[in-house]
Nanobody
Framework: QLQLVESGGGLVQPGESLRLSCTASPFTVDVYAIAWFRQAPGKEREGVSCINSSGRTVDYSDSVKGRFTISRDNAKNTVYLQMNNLKPEDTAVYYC????????????????????WGQGTQVTVSS
C-alpha cells in the first residue's frame, strides 16, 4: 500500500537549517493530507505541521512557527519540511504521515488520523 520515506536528517549546530523530505509511493502526495510529526527523547510524539491535498497548510506546534515550513513538490512527489534556526529542543526523530481517509488537515494534529507512516529521520541539534 502507501509507503512514505523520510530523508534529510542529520547533526547540525544551533541556528543552522535542514530540509527534510518525504517521498510517497506508489500514490501521489497530493491525494492525501500529509503531516510531519516529531518525537524527542523522553517525550510524546507531537504534530509539527500538515499540508492538505490542495496545498493549504496547518501549523500544529507553536514552538516551530516562523521557523519551520511545510511544502510540496508534486513533480517530485515529495513533501518537505524546511527547518530554519534550529534549536537543541528540536532534536527528535521526525516522521511524515499520511491520512489515507481524508485530504484535509484538521486544526490539531492527531496521530490517529494518520495511518501511513515513514520510518523517521533523526535530527540532532547540538553545539
Amino acid at each position: 500500500q502507501l509507503q512514505l520515506v523520510e530523508s534529510g536528517g542529520g547533526l547540525v549546530q544551533p541556528g543552522e537549517s535542514l530540509r527534510l523530505s518525504c517521498t510517497a509511493s506508489p500514490f501521489t502526495v497530493d491525494v492525501y493530507a500529509i503531516a510531519w510529526f516529531r518525537q524527542a527523547p523522553g517525550k510524546e510524539r507531537e504534530g509539527v505541521s500538515c499540508i492538505n491535498s490542495s496545498g493549504r497548510t496547518v501549523d500544529y506546534s507553536d514552538s516551530v512557527k516562523g521557523r519551520f515550513t511545510i511544502s510540496r513538490d508534486n513533480a517530485k512527489n515529495t513533501v518537505y519540511l524546511q527547518m530554519n534556526n534550529l534549536k537543541p529542543e528540536d532534536t527528535a526523530v521526525y516522521y511524515c504521515a499520511a491520512n489515507r481517509r481524508s485530504s484535509i488537515c484538521r486544526d490539531q494534529g492527531s496521530e490517529s488520523d494518520f495511518g501511513a507512516w515513514g520510518q523517521g529521520t533523526q535530527v540532532t541539534v547540538s553545539s
